[in-house]
């Protein structure tokens, strides 16, 4: 911290040795952090997260609560493209961006997604989504000296249905009724005007977005628009066509207030399908001699399998169920992927410890990269919203941050109640929730400021943790108790214990957040709850010595490791 660019007073009151002289230093940097001057905002931001340290707990959350007021901030930070017919145009969102001087001004902007691009311009982020695959599931974070912030970007490819003008209409005007969150509009960036044979001018592949409390309409045109139907006045999101060559045009949004075209398809909004209370088993898959940790790829097309007593991580093509391995080091214990899938993290120990560690695999090449040097027993690791690499070091009772990259040190270190099994997210809160097994409790920790905030009592040996899609909803396992319970990820008020099955042992959300999946080991079965109310809806039975599960991006599948019996057993969880 420089003291050039701080008032003196400001400096004598943070260094005073009086808890109360130190509080109102922090509501003084506070509002220096929003000052014009960047320089003395930057000092101001550091001054503050000196104090998220300080020995008093009320002037450490002040510190850390004026961090987060002064942090740059994203509106809205969901932006769901919906699902459009294959052929569509790039599409584009635009995001408000907002926080103090420094925020926007030391802003920069990285992409996670395929056919995703995003650049700040004026307040506004840019999104564009080219639709390359099937799915897509990824985020832009505007990271800069006031701290990040990200944006979920999800949508779909797929064959479409009709409907009447009216309906759509009335639809549109259904959501907008409901109230909500900011709305982020869609536009599509127009095609080259093609002339056809017959005259016609063809119109595919046109989307608007309005999202309103996360949900919305979108409308595509597919059909073919002839010259003799097209309204003289009317506007359309394609540039008209000419006898010349067509003229640059900026990007508009189809509306409401549009022509009547024909083909117009009602598109619904849901990314995840529908979870069902009991789903069924629809195949098993061998993979290598005893397989743990499952992940799967973010465009849902891989399954990553970590498979110890054969050192190899398996690589199942989801769709022909074919499988091929990638030899590892030391024995793999679990796995996940990096936010955009070009990379895959596999945690490494022997059972005396030693050999610990984590590969870094290239996911298109299929081979170790590099490995990473970790503390001892490095446990169920993964890749927040941050996009760093979370790595809960069992042994010695601290999670290790990485850069997503795969940095061969930590980028940070957060010391926890022993001992961390698991790690998982709520991205709204900014919050990382922790199940420690020796401590029967979910340690929380501040994601703007790696810090320990609180740690909530739960169900003896908590095994693993999830949050819900929306990061309002934090489940975890408890091992010896043969229990769940529920923990409001705000709040951090608890309910349950709720009974499974014996030994639970892995547990993880629906995509629609409607259901919860607990894998009980003991009991070679899976329990599906109510993710609201924890009541148990069915309980499916898998192979022998389930340990894990992973469900597809889309939410319709789900995938078990049997540890006895070397398969992935593979569920319907969705319609």
Do not use: C
Not at 28 to 37: I, P, V
Not at 64 to 88: H, I, K
Not at 305 to 321: E, F, G, K
Not at 407 to 415: F, G, I, L, N, T
């Amino acid at each position: 911290m420089s003291e050039h660019n701080l008032p003196p007073h400001v400096l004598t009151e943070i260094a005073s040795p009086m808890r109360d002289s130190r509080l109102m230093g922090v509501g003084e940097l506070a509002q220096l952090a929003t000052s014009a001057d960047l320089a003395v905002a930057a000092d101001a931001r550091l001054a503050l997260q000196h104090l998220t340290e300080d020995d008093s707990r009320s002037v450490a959350a002040a510190a850390a609560a004026a961090l987060g007021r002064t942090a740059v901030r994203l509106n809205p930070d969901r932006v769901d493209f919906g699902q459009v017919p294959p052929g569509t145009p790039a599409l584009a969102a635009d995001v408000l961006v907002t926080g103090p001087p420094l925020a926007v001004a030391t802003a920069a902007v990285t992409v996670a997604g395929p056919g995703l691009r995003a650049a700040l311009h004026d307040g506004r982020l840019r999104i564009e989504w080219q639709p390359r695959t099937d799915w897509l599931d990824g985020s832009v974070t505007v990271r800069g000296a006031a701290g990040w912030a990200d944006v979920r970007v999800t949508g779909q490819v797929v064959a479409t249905g009709a409907m009447s003008r009216a309906d759509l209409e009335e639809q549109l005007e259904a959501e907008a009724g409901t109230g909500g969150y900011a709305a982020a509009r869609v536009t599509v960036l127009p095609p080259p005007v093609r002339r056809r044979r017959s005259g016609t001018l063809l119109i595919g592949g046109l989307t608007a977005l309005v999202l309103l409390g996360g949900a919305g309409v979108a409308v595509a045109l597919t059909g073919n628009l002839p010259r003799s139907r097209a309204p003289a006045a009317a506007p359309v999101a394609a540039p008209a066509v000419t006898s010349g060559p067509p003229s640059a045009a900026a990007p508009r949004a189809l509306t409401t207030a549009a022509p009547a075209p024909t083909g117009l398809a009602r598109v619904p909004l849901a990314l995840r399908a529908a979870s069902l209370p009991e789903p069924s088993v629809i195949g098993t898959i061998r993979v290598g001699d005893e397989p743990e940790g499952v992940a799967v790829s973010p465009d849902g097309r891989t399954v990553y399998v970590a498979n110890q007593s054969a050192r190899v991580l398996s690589v199942v093509d989801a769709a022909t169920r074919r499988v091929s391995s990638v030899k590892l080091r030391n024995t793999p214990r679990f796995v996940t992927t990096s936010r955009d899938g070009r990379l895959v993290f596999v945690s490494m120990y022997e059972n005396d410890k030693s050999g610990s560690g984590v590969a870094v695999v290239d996911a298109a090449g299929r081979r170790v990269v590099r490995y990473l040097a970790t503390g001892r027993q490095p446990y169920t690791l993964s890749v927040g919203p941050d996009d760093r690499l979370w790595v809960p070091i069992h042994s010695e009772g601290r999670i290790e941050i990485h850069q997503a990259g795969g940095e061969q040190r930590a980028d940070a270190r957060v010391s926890v109640p022993p001992n961390p099994h698991a790690v998982a997210f709520s991205s709204g809160l900014r919050r990382a929730f922790s199940a420690d097994h020796e401590s029967n409790a979910v340690a929380v920790i501040d994601m703007r400021t790696d810090r320990l905030l609180d740690s909530v009592p739960v169900s003896r040996a908590p095994h693993s943790v999830a949050v819900s899609p929306d990061g309002s909803t934090v489940l975890v396992a408890g091992y010896e108790a043969d229990t769940a319970d529920l923990i409001d990820a705000a709040t951090l008020r608890r309910t349950g214990p709720f009974p499974v099955g014996k030994k639970p042992q892995s547990v993880t959300f629906a995509g629609d957040g409607r259901h919860a999946y607990v894998v009980n080991e003991g009991s070679n079965s899976v329990s599906v709850l109510d993710a609201r109310t924890g009541a148990v809806t069915s309980t499916i039975a898998v192979g022998h010595s389930p340990r894990t599960i992973a469900v597809s991006p889309d939410g319709r599948l789900a995938y078990v490791t049997n540890g006895d019996d070397d398969t992935l057993s593979v569920l319907r969880v969705a319609e």
